[in-house]
């Protein structure tokens, strides 16, 4: 492969896709899409659907598995590392395949808890292959959740804290705006100051959108049973929320 693009789509919402990133796929020859198992053929149908509006010509498309991993493990660290050397190994040999340019379309933007540019510095480190890359930026579920609540993400010159639900659950609330990520465990029911506001979303920009704001101690109730609803109906969910104290 002579080019890899790593091309920001936005986090759900084919709108979201900018200029920049469609000028990108028109160079693409292979795509490659990492699978993460029927629970995610939605997300997998989202890149398709942006590429079918987007390009007026064939374009191959690489699947490649996304190997298992141990959602609750001991050594978090550990298992991650591991399982990112299993999957450059599987990327490595992708883009082996390949002769021209090759893209890889990452949800939302690539700069926010997405592996994928970790595992294309792996696969270069490995010095087996060689190419040039180039990272399009994309809207990230953080920009969505501001925009779809008509909110800014902090308070006038405050710092904004990124994390995830498993770090809020451990740290607390460490700081006056926290914005989680990756909570699959509902981590805000363990934060339990009185005043602190939270702006919750589920699905943004996809078909099944939900939002829910509130003083904390007033709509915890309503997100964590509207959420298992949700997910119980689809069989999968991501949400992103932001907490601020004094909100
Ligand atoms: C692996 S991270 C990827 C983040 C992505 N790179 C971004 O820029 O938004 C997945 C997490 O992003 C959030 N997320 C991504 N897309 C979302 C969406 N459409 N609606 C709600 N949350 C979303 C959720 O917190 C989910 O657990």
Same mark, same amino acid.
């Given at each position: ?13 084919p709108?979201?896709?900018? +200029?920049?990133?469609? $000028?990108?796929?028109?160079?693409? $020859? ?7 198992? $029927? ?9 398709t ?40 190994? +599987? ?16 949800w ?38 501001a ?20 770090? +809020? ?15 699959g ?16 979303g ?6 099944? *959108?939900?939002?829910? $704001?509130?003083? +904390?101690?007033?709509?915890?109730? *309503? ?8 997910r ?16």
């Open positions: 492969m002579r080019k890899l693009y790593v091309i920001g789509i936005g986090a759900g919402d709108g979201q896709v900018t +200029l920049q990133a469609v $000028e990108a796929m028109r160079q693409v $020859e292979v795509f490659f899409v990492i699978g993460k198992g $029927e629970a995610k053929r939605e997300l997998v149908d989202v890149r659907a942006i590429l079918d509006a987007q390009l007026d010509r064939p374009y191959r498309i690489v699947p490649i598995a996304d190997p298992p991993r141990d959602r609750t493990p001991a050594d978090y660290l550990e298992v991650v590392e591991d399982w990112h050397d299993r999957r450059s190994a +599987l990327l490595e040999s992708a883009f082996a395949e390949v002769d021209g340019v090759g893209g890889i379309l990452v939302g933007d690539p700069s926010l808890y997405d592996s994928t540019l970790r595992m294309i510095e792996r696969v270069l480190a490995r010095g087996v292959a060689r190419f040039d890359y180039e990272v399009i930026p994309g809207i990230t579920s953080a920009q969505a959740l925009a779809r609540h008509r909110i800014v993400l902090h308070g006038i010159g405050e710092p904004l804290r990124i994390t995830t639900g498993r770090r +809020l659950r451990e740290e607390g609330l460490a700081a006056e705006n926290a914005l989680v990520m990756l909570d465990d509902c981590s805000f029911t363990a934060i339990t100051d009185e005043d602190v506001h939270i702006w919750w589920a699905y943004l920009g996809m078909p099944d *959108e939900t939002l829910i $704001e509130g003083p +904390l101690p007033a709509v915890r109730d *309503e997100i964590v049973r509207r959420r298992a609803e949700l119980d109906r689809k069989g999968w969910i991501m949400d992103i929320y932001l907490l601020r104290r004094g909100g």
